[in-house]
């Protein structure tokens, strides 16, 4: 009987499953009655353990219908709205209905602080001349499109636009969380649709975010080489494989932007950031040089510059030979479940921790190897980074 009660799903939701208990529990029944409050207790228990962790599910609904309501809003069908919004969440609403957004939950998908902070961090970046992200935006886009992004704006603007419009002292800011948010189906289509409409071109924002990177970086020396961002001599010319002929400051940045999405989708290692950067950012500078613009100031290094050794990454992999293509525990687990670039974390994430582990050792074992080999290059003298004053 008790059991039979323990197969039924709303079991323990009903008053008749809590008998009374205040008998005597050593007759037979005091002992059911004590037997069928423990059992209504367990299931409660568990329901609302269940009910706490149960995940959103976004598999009923086709990526297909993400795309066209990114591109078609005025084409989606009033099921397809309805679909969207089974998901009970901003993005479903987002994309089923952008005109029912409050100004709080635009701001949520967009990844910005509530509006009355961005306001006030307008407010004081500009001295008051400015108070909304779209005239921040429009300054900032005029600065690129003249080249002048380091003179026409200020160092706390352009800080701003940087960090979607998150202060410098909000410890909110950071990558991690937008990356596992942009692994949830339909995020990057709800932010897209959301930017499309506001009239907000990514470019601007990467340019910023470029500009404060380099602006930030002498005050870490600690950092070390990657993050100070050596940069080539005049003999650099453009990889073709990367940007063609292709040579306005716009498509240099792009490219950047494209990058740095395959970074946070665990494509692209730490190591090829830093190096495809570097060569980006040469590129930005010759660009602007032949335009007649105001290059950037860039920080400067001997030539050739080593590819830096990078620390651990988050996912516990490192440091790795400068020679060598890294393959940090979550690129093997990319590699070996052929999943796509949006499903690679939450995918990574779902995993015990004792799977984790044998990636970990998997890819230890692989950046052994990778070390071993670099050893024997430089023994050799065969290492591209063996200079001639140390060959015999």
């Given at each position: 009987m008790a059991e039979s009660r323990k197969m039924d799903e709303n079991f323990g939701t009903r008053e008749e499953d809590w008998p009374e208990v205040d008998v005597d529990?050593?007759?037979?029944?005091?002992?059911?009655?004590?037997?069928?409050?423990?059992?209504?207790?367990?299931?409660?228990?568990?329901?609302?353990?269940?009910?706490?962790?149960?995940q959103p599910d976004h598999d009923t609904i086709p990526h297909a219908l993400y795309v066209?309501?990114?591109?078609?809003?005025?084409?989606?069908?009033?099921?397809?709205?309805?679909?969207?919004?089974?998901?009970?969440?901003?993005?479903?609403?987002?994309l089923a209905d952008p005109d029912s957004l409050t100004a709080d939950e635009t701001h949520q998908i967009l990844f910005w602080p509530p509006p009355d902070v961005v306001r006030a961090n307008i407010q004081r970046a500009t001295g008051g001349s400015l108070s909304t992200p779209s005239e921040l935006f429009a300054k900032g886009k005029d600065a690129v499109d003249r080249g002048q992004l380091g003179t026409m704006l200020n160092d706390d603007e352009i800080a701003l636009l940087a960090r979607?419009?998150?202060?410098?002292?909000?410890?909110?800011?950071?990558?991690?969380?937008?990356?596992?948010?942009?692994?949830?189906?339909?995020?990057?289509?709800?932010?897209e649709l959301l930017s499309k409409r506001l009239g907000l071109d990514v470019v601007v924002f990467r340019a910023a975010a470029v500009h404060h990177?380099?602006?930030?970086?002498?005050?870490?020396?600690?950092?070390?080489?990657?993050?100070?961002?050596?940069?080539?001599?005049?003999?650099?010319?453009?990889?073709?494989?990367?940007?063609?002929?292709?040579?306005q400051p716009h498509d240099i940045i792009r490219a950047m932007v494209s990058l740095s999405e395959q970074h946070e989708l665990g494509n692209v290692t730490d190591e090829e950031v830093?190096?495809?950067?570097?060569?980006?950012?040469?590129?930005?500078?010759?660009?602007?040089?032949?335009?007649?613009?105001?290059?950037?100031?860039l920080l400067t290094s001997p030539w050739p510059a080593t590819p830096p050794i990078l620390p651990t990454d988050r996912f516990g992999s490192g440091p790795w030979p400068p020679t060598a293509q890294p393959r940090s525990p979550i690129n093997?687990?990319?590699?070996?479940?052929?999943?796509?670039?949006?499903?690679?974390?939450?995918?990574?994430?779902?995993?015990?921790?004792?799977?984790?582990?044998?990636?970990?050792?998997?890819s230890e074992t692989f950046r052994r190897e990778a070390w071993a080999e670099h050893e024997r290059a430089l023994a050799d003298g065969t290492s591209p980074f063996v200079f001639p004053s140390r060959q015999t």
């Open positions: 529990s050593d007759t037979e029944e005091g002992g059911e009655a004590m037997r069928r409050s423990e059992a209504a207790l367990h299931a409660t228990i568990e329901r609302s353990i269940c009910q706490r962790h149960a066209k309501a990114q591109n078609h809003q005025d084409q989606l069908t009033q099921e397809e709205r309805r679909l969207l919004l089974s998901r009970g969440d901003i993005v479903g609403k987002a979607s419009f998150h202060g410098m002292d909000d410890a909110t800011f950071g990558p991690a969380e937008r990356s596992r948010a942009f692994g949830v189906p339909g995020t990057g289509q709800a932010v990177m380099q602006y930030m970086a002498p005050m870490f020396p600690s950092l070390g080489p990657a993050q100070s961002l050596p940069m080539p001599g005049p003999v650099f010319t453009t990889p073709q494989g990367q940007l063609g002929n292709r040579q830093v190096a495809r950067n570097r060569d980006y950012l040469a590129a930005l500078q010759a660009a602007s040089s032949l335009s007649g613009r105001p290059a950037p100031t093997v687990f990319h590699n070996d479940m052929h999943l796509s670039g949006y499903d690679v974390e939450p995918g990574w994430s779902a995993l015990s921790e004792d799977q984790k582990e044998a990636y970990r050792a998997r």
